[in-house]
């Protein structure tokens, strides 16, 4: 009596092959949409990240000035009293270290630097212009990158009050556009100096 040979048959080996080749098509799939959320959250979280930074660095410096030191190049007041404008001007007194430096003979602040924000619509930045009000050297800066909107309003009744929003939005390589709908932030500086 001969043993029987056991293995295979070339039928159930292709059938295992097609299944498993399925799977692993899934399972790659499955990577393939998991590694585009990542990377849009990621996107998404790095958009709300420089937004926030540089809203933060502006109201840092509008606290500096005084309501009287801010150019005023707002538009008309609409409905609600408020006036907007989309470039902001505005001068800082002297950062100094010696208290003796950073004001005048009267108690005034002394004024070193004018600076502007304002939104290149080209390359969508927030770009910081600071020019020396003794050298008239002016020094730019990018504050945030993808930014679609930036606005600056405040009330008639206190103008010392601004609120900054800004807009972001990512457009890849492929068009599309992270998030859908641009991310919108806002931020209060209240203008204190003197």
Request: no cysteine.
């Amino acid at each position: 009596m001969r043993d029987a040979q056991k293995g295979f048959t070339l039928v159930e080996v292709m059938i295992v092959t097609a299944i498993s080749t399925v799977i692993l098509f899934g399972v790659f799939g499955i990577l393939k949409v998991s590694n585009e959320q990542l990377g849009t959250i990621h996107a998404k979280m790095s958009l709300e990240e420089n937004s926030r930074e540089a809203l933060f660095k502006m109201a840092q410096e509008i606290r500096q000035t005084s309501n009287n030191k801010i150019t005023d190049n707002f538009g008309a007041e609409d409905a609600n009293h408020i006036e907007s404008t989309n470039t902001l001007i505005f001068i800082v007194p002297i950062p100094s270290p010696n208290a003796a430096s950073l004001v005048d003979v009267n108690f005034d602040p002394k004024w070193a630097n004018s600076i502007q924000y304002s939104l290149d619509e080209d390359t969508h930045q927030i770009i910081r212009t600071s020019t020396d009000l003794i050298t008239l050297a002016a020094k730019r800066a990018i504050l945030a990158n993808d930014v679609t909107a930036l606005a600056f309003s405040r009330k008639a009744t206190t103008p010392e009050l601004i609120t900054i929003t800004a807009n972001a939005q990512q457009t890849l390589a492929n068009g599309k556009k992270i998030p859908a709908t641009p991310i919108q932030m806002t931020m209060q500086a209240q203008a204190r100096n003197p």
